[in-house]
């Protein structure tokens, strides 16, 4: 079966745009997660989603947002980039809010210039 | 607030050598203990889990071991090959907690 995926692959924006990542995940699967991964903090919390409800939200600032349509596919928004936002974006969907696991995508690799 | 410590954040082995590398969680409400493998390029990829009522689990050359009490958990790698070489990751989460709280990563590298 299909696996997930994460669009575009690569990202080169610059600071003060903003950027929305396209997840969609394995069929069935309602839940999706969004992580952020960068060498210095490792795998990051950003959002859950499950039926179009977003269930837990990281630390991270209001810029960050994220929506979950009816078919479960997923899409997270980042407004005003920063330089720091540089990151691989990564989306995980499981059957159970990542209870069993989760499936990676391969991640959306955005470069904010 | 929650967190997951993992050690070591390098690991060189020889092929043919064991890798065991260690984690250890802070909220007492953790009952899923997942590890995934992550490739150059890949996102992670689960490769094995274990949940709280269990103490060990294994599958192949990989097992994980769970210590409830001292939550600690790790994962044992036997007879190591060259294409085990990856970063790994330890996570905990609790059912309804609606996240996976990931460990900062261990870089193994096994020479051939």
């Known amino acids: 079966k299909a696996g997930v995926t994460q669009t575009p692959r690569y990202l080169i924006k610059t600071r003060g745009q903003q950027v929305t990542l396209s997840c969609s995940p394995i069929s069935g699967h309602r839940s999706v997660s969004w992580y952020q991964q960068t060498p210095g903090q490792g795998l990051q919390f950003l959002f859950e989603?499950?039926?179009?409800?977003?269930?837990n939200k990281g630390n991270f600032p209001g810029r960050f947002s994220g929506r979950q349509f009816s078919n479960s596919r997923s899409e997270m928004n980042v407004s005003t980039l920063e330089l720091g936002d540089s990151a691989l974006y990564l989306c995980?969907?499981?059957?159970?809010?990542?209870?069993?696991?989760?499936?990676f995508g391969s991640g959306t690799r955005l470069t904010v210039v | 607030g929650e967190n997951v410590e993992q050690h070591p954040s390098t690991l060189s082995v020889q092929e043919g050598d064991s890798a065991v590398i260690k984690c250890t969680y802070s909220?007492?409400?953790?009952?899923?203990f997942p590890w995934y493998k992550q490739e150059l390029g890949k996102g992670p990829q689960l490769i094995i889990d274990?949940?709280?009522?269990?103490g060990e689990k294994k599958d192949q050359r990989i097992a994980v071991t769970l210590n409830k009490t001292a939550k600690h958990f790790s994962l044992h790698i036997t007879e190591t090959q060259p294409e085990d070489s990856a970063v790994y990751f330890c996570?905990?989460?609790?059912?309804?907690?609606?996240?996976?709280?990931f460990g900062a990563g261990t870089r193994l590298f096994v020479k051939a």
């Open positions: 996570a905990a989460s609790y059912t309804g907690g609606f996240k996976t709280i």
């Open positions: 989603y499950f039926s179009e409800t977003q269930r």
């Open positions: 995980a969907s499981s059957l159970d809010r990542g209870q069993g696991g989760y499936t």
């Open positions: 274990i949940r709280s009522n269990v």
């Open positions: 909220d007492s409400a953790s009952n899923y």
